[in-house]
């Protein structure tokens, strides 16, 4: 292993340098002696900090990569809490450098409060790109929601207006988030307190409850997988009354105008639970799936903060799945990303942030390199990163870290403290 301190350059050899570091960052079946993997570490540096952008807490990364190679990535202004605002940068070098975005080059940065990190895009075979908001406002029709959405015909140039998808959801509960009543603030009183949140409806969500309301569905949109014959498989994080989240698939065949729900991807049972930690689990949540050149579905999940990752598998689109398996990986917002060279990365993490690497589709995880934060002291970092292949078998992780503020307006700020987004470069070679 080589680490240069000046750039945090780490390089690690499988198989050809098996020490002692090796030996402790292995999980699972030892790979073979005669493949190798060179994973090379590049940074951190800065995307956004403290001198840009002053008095943003800077939460929960979340990118996505145009037709063009532009990259978008959105970062949030506020602490994690329901419909925080968040800002936007784009890059157009592979993630080197970032500026600034105006409003009009990505349709949610019109809506900066769309809930937490998690919005759901595609870019379809033929340019068109579809993105959601993670919101979802109740209709009429039982069990039927409708999820704002905007459609791009041209590759993300230019933005048709605000549409309404379709999304069935069987049986799920509805929350009213606002509705300033006497009544409304004593049912969220807890929720206000803590800041999940917002006392009064945020400014940049006015367009959205005068066209939908302000009652919405209790799930969350995660990821969207393409399937044969333009069908879209679609992934979300649903709570159901007295149980914790479970995850599910709903499925489009009408290019994302509506989505009928298909199937339950994997659903909580607290025989799952690693009983040694103390956290409170989440149930599962937060999915992350691709699909393998033979079609073979992979989806990972977040059980809870400091809990095990969890994974199941389809063979036949995502009508039934295998029953989930802990991963040797824990925590949240777990990313999946396949390499051109056919090798599996996992970003994830808390209270480090790492990416897991495997040669043979997840079932093994031979490595994994924890990434540094920026060297300031009581530095410490979300994990709610996000990790995007930008060059052929090169990787780039967005994470956030935080330093405390003992002078903090809130409790929030007290204990975390506004922070900085940075990013890691990872290089991955199999040889």
Known sequence: ?????????????????????????????????ASTLKVKVQGPFVISDQQRHPGWVHFHAH????????????????????????????????????????TGV??????????????????????????????????????????PMWVSEDGGMTWGPMQAASVEVPGLRNADFYNPSEAWRKKYGDYIKHGFVK?????????????????????????????????LLGFLTVNYDGRLSDVMAVESQDRGQTWKY???VARFDPKYLDRTITEEPDGFCEPSALRFPDGELLVVMRMGSLHPLYAVRSRDDGRTWTQPQALPSRSVQPKLVLLQNGVLALGTGRPRELVTFSLDRGHTWPETVYLPDDGAEG?????????????????????????????????????????????????????
């Open 199 to 231: 006392p009064e409806p945020p400014a940049s969500m006015r367009e959205l409850f005068d066209r939908f309301g302000t009652e919405r569905g209790w799930f969350s949109w995660e990821q969207i997988v393409k399937l044969p014959e333009g069908h």
């Open 262 to 264: 298909l199937s339950m």
């Open 379 to 431: 530095a410490h970092c979300s994990a709610n990163s996000y990790t995007l292949e930008v060059e052929p078998n090169k990787l780039l992780t967005v994470y956030c870290c935080y330093n405390h503020d003992e002078e903090g307006a809130d409790a929030w700020l007290k204990s975390h403290g506004h922070g900085r987004a940075l990013g890691c470069f990872i290089e991955v070679e199999r040889k």
């Open 106 to 147: 990505w349709p949610t940065a019109r809506f900066p409060g769309f809930g937490s990190s998690h919005w759901a895009s595609v870019n379809l075979n033929d340019g068109t790109i579809l993105n959601y908001l993670n919101m979802a406002f109740t209709t009429d029709e039982n069990g039927v929601y409708q999820v």
């Open 1 to 33: 292993m080589t680490c240069v301190k000046s750039g945090y350059v780490v390089l690690i050899m499988i198989g050809a340098v098996a020490g002692s570091f090796a030996a402790a960052r292995t999980f699972g079946k030892e790979p073979s002696r």
């Open 63 to 102: 990118m996505c990569r145009l037709p063009s190679g532009r990259l978008i990535l959105t970062i949030g202004k506020e602490r994690d809490i329901i419909d925080q605002e968040r800002f936007l940068l784009t890059s157009d070098d592979h993630g080197r450098t970032w500026v600034d975005s105006d």
